[in-house]
């Protein structure tokens, strides 16, 4: 018998603090959603690795993808906190889902809506909220991970156009994205303060997908590599300013950041259902194993660290929308959430011993999809650089 991922009855977040009347019904909706559509699809779509597009298209229709566009754009100007409660079931649900869910939101339709011309909005944003485009953010490079300003990819201006050429690596939705927000640099050496950001459609010329990645967990979040070849972007989808690219890069990942606290919190979520459930169920020494107080204290602990990882995602995404420095808010609950659902997903497995290492038990799929919230947006080393530079700098 598999876990239960889709029993949401007495749920670990229902211990949590209540959530204002439009809030809840967000989360009504979503876990509903995620319930009906999205876990059944879960097991399927890891172990084929295919895209999630039947459940885009309808998380579209739900209006999930306009989460942070203005409502003059088409989207519904939900917020970060609204987001991230959405998130938080959709991952609990399918983390590939989840991430693509996020990027989408977070990564690519919020750098727009924030730093774009009233021209670039009235663009893509429209079509980005009805899903008719999707998103992807494209700065890591095969040379420039956590060093993001070191990316390599150049710009030249010739003829009221920007020409580009260079290679990204790692990008989430790259391979299916029809809009990315790409950084590319006028002059390496100048690092930061030499970096532009621009939007790019995939049917420019010179764009092309290169190899997709075979991953551990989230395989069915497409992760490939891009190439540009003298692609021409025209002078207007520069974003931002000239130059001031990587501040549009970091602002973007302080909110994305908040979207991979909720997508560790979700799975997280997921473990700790599963390990309740199976406790109760499992019968070693003529009774259940939640009897055992082994079991107990780490089920005590997956709560504990859980509901302060959301906390923290909370209050990072309240700052977020309402305008207020929340750099360090947003690493600490990245950080924290993702060691947490780490720690969470191997006591889930641990919790269900064997079978927690066999694919029937979706719990072998958390433990390989909690990983990648370490290592993507920041690595957790990253975070600690950014918290304690905000720390030491306030
Ligand atoms: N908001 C606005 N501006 C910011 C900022 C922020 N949060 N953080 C830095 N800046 C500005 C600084 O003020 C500075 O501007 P000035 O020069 O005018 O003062 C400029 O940016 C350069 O900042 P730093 O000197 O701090 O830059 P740095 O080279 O030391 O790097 C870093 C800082 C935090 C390490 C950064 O490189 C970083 O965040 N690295 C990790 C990269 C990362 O997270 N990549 C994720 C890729 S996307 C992804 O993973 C998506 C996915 O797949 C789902």
């Keep these: 018998m598999a876990d239960g991922v889709t029993d949401m009855t007495g749920s670990a977040s229902d211990l949590l603090v209540e959530l204002p009347e439009d809030l809840r019904l967000i989360q009504q909706t979503a876990r509903d959603f995620a319930e009906r559509e999205v876990a059944p699809r879960a097991l399927e779509l890891d172990q084929t690795g295919q895209f999630p597009h039947e459940s885009m298209k309808k998380m579209a229709e739900l209006g999930f993808l306009g989460l942070l566009i203005p409502e003059e754009y088409g989207g519904s100007a939900i917020g970060n906190v609204g987001l991230s409660i959405i998130l938080e079931e959709i991952n609990r649900a399918c983390a590939s889902t989840g991430v693509t869910l996020s990027v989408h939101n977070s990564l690519a339709s919020s750098p727009i ?4 011309t009233d021209a670039l909005k009235q663009k893509y944003l429209p079509r980005m909220a009805t899903g008719e485009l999707l998103g992807a953010y494209a700065i890591t490079e095969p040379g420039a991970g956590s060093d993001a300003a070191a990316i390599s990819t150049t710009i030249r201006k010739e003829s009221g156009k920007y020409i580009i050429n260079g290679r990204k690596a790692w990008i989430t939705n790259g391979g299916e994205a029809d809009v990315l927000i790409i950084f590319a640099t006028l002059d390496k050496s100048l690092r ?6 621009f939007v790019v459609e995939k049917d420019f010329p010179g764009f092309q997908v290169g190899k997709k990645e075979e991953k551990l967990g989230i395989k069915a979040s497409n992760c490939v590599q891009l190439v540009f070849e003298e692609m021409e972007i025209p002078e207007e ?3 931002g300013e000239e130059g001031k690219g990587f501040i549009v890069a970091m602002d973007t990942l302080d909110g994305g950041r908040i979207g991979i606290a909720a997508q560790a919190v979700g799975i ?3 473990c700790l259902d599963a390990s309740l459930k199976y406790s109760k169920e499992r019968t070693q ?10 079991i ?3 089920l005590a602990n997956m709560a504990m660290e859980m509901d302060a990882s959301r906390l923290l995602m909370y209050r990072a995404a309240i700052l977020r929308d309402r305008g207020q420095a929340h750099t360090l808010e947003s690493s600490m609950a990245k950080l924290f959430a993702s060691e947490m659902a780490n720690r969470a997903a191997r006591e889930a497995v641990q919790i269900h011993g064997g079978w927690g290492y066999c694919k029937e038990f979706h719990v072998e799929r958390y433990y390989r999809d909690a990983k990648i919230t370490e290592i ?3 690595t957790s080393e990253i975070q600690r650089i950014v918290i304690s530079r905000e720390l030491l700098n306030r």
């Design 192 to 197: 930061s303060k030499g970096i532009c950001a």
């Design 268 to 270: 997280a979520r997921a």
């Design 296 to 298: 107990q204290w780490k």
């Design 113 to 116: 809506a924030r730093f774009g």
């Design 376 to 378: 993507y947006e920041g």
């Design 285 to 294: 020494f003529d009774k259940p194993i939640s009897k055992f107080q082994a």
């Design 237 to 239: 989808n520069l974003l």
